[in-house]
């Protein structure tokens, strides 16, 4: 089974609305976290937002906040205000249990296009 | 620049030969990862060293792949014998850790290797 599903290959948004990324994660740990990360075209990973599945309320860093629904195992993106550099691949990844080697999964990643 | 540094950033090689990666990380940073990602893919986990310690090796990392971290700084990976396969983007992560314990990570730009 997948351990990080993103469900949408592809997105398209205005500039200046709000995007929702989805992300369904599958694990039976008690402790873990969730990331996002961001790819533009040049490649580098671009270390996003972070959720701790203690944390009570839902991260926001500026523009981005995770929508974190951990009965149904969702950590959605929201990135509002959507920008023209917006426009890249983000992934959803989730580390398992605790210490150790903080290894991450990814799921496969969902294109987002952000047109004028 | 204080960032994750990948050197190349791209290899063209001939089927058969061997090739070298290098990783950068950032300077304070003790845990270094390597990953792959092929075209349409998140990044798969190959290998992490903690200091100069390699700790946990990926099932994906066949014998023909070998990586090292001397003196716990920078790092490399080598491919021998490359086969087709082999053609993804390798990426290199440094990480940090986060004051409630949890460790985000770092990316550098990625070598995007084709083998022919």
């Known amino acids: 089974a997948q351990k990080i599903t993103q469900t949408q290959p592809g997105m398209f948004v205005q500039e200046k609305e709000a995007v929702t990324l989805d992300c369904t994660y599958d694990t039976s740990d008690q402790s873990y976290g969730l990331f996002w990360y961001k790819q533009p075209s040049s490649g580098e990973m671009i270390f996003l937002i972070y959720?701790?599945?203690?944390?009570?309320q839902n991260a926001t860093e500026g523009r981005y906040s995770l929508n974190f629904q951990k009965a149904r195992k969702s950590a959605n993106l929201v990135i509002s205000a959507s920008q023209l550099g917006d426009s890249a691949m983000y992934f959803c990844?989730?580390?398992?249990?605790?210490?150790?080697?903080?290894?991450?999964?990814f799921g496969r990643g969902t294109s987002l296009i952000v047109h004028p | 620049d204080t960032g994750v540094s990948q050197n190349p950033r791209h290899k063209i090689t001939k089927r058969g030969q061997n090739v070298t990666f290098r990783c950068d990380p950032i300077?304070?940073?003790?845990?270094l990862y390597w990953y792959r990602q092929t075209l349409g893919q998140g990044p798969e986990f190959l290998t992490y060293?903690?200091?100069?310690?390699?700790?946990?090796k990926s099932r994906l990392l066949s014998d023909r792949f070998s990586a090292e971290r001397p003196k716990g700084s920078f790092s490399t990976l080598e491919i021998q014998r490359t086969e087709q396969g082999d053609s993804a983007m390798y990426l290199c992560a440094s990480s940090l850790r986060l004051d409630r314990g949890e460790e985000t990570q770092y990316f550098g730009p990625g070598t995007r290797l084709l083998v022919l």
């Open positions: 990844a989730m580390r398992e249990g605790l210490g150790g080697s903080y290894i991450p999964t």
């Open positions: 060293f903690q200091n100069e310690a390699q700790l946990e």
């Open positions: 959720q701790g599945s203690y944390d009570e």
């Open positions: 300077s304070e940073h003790n845990r």
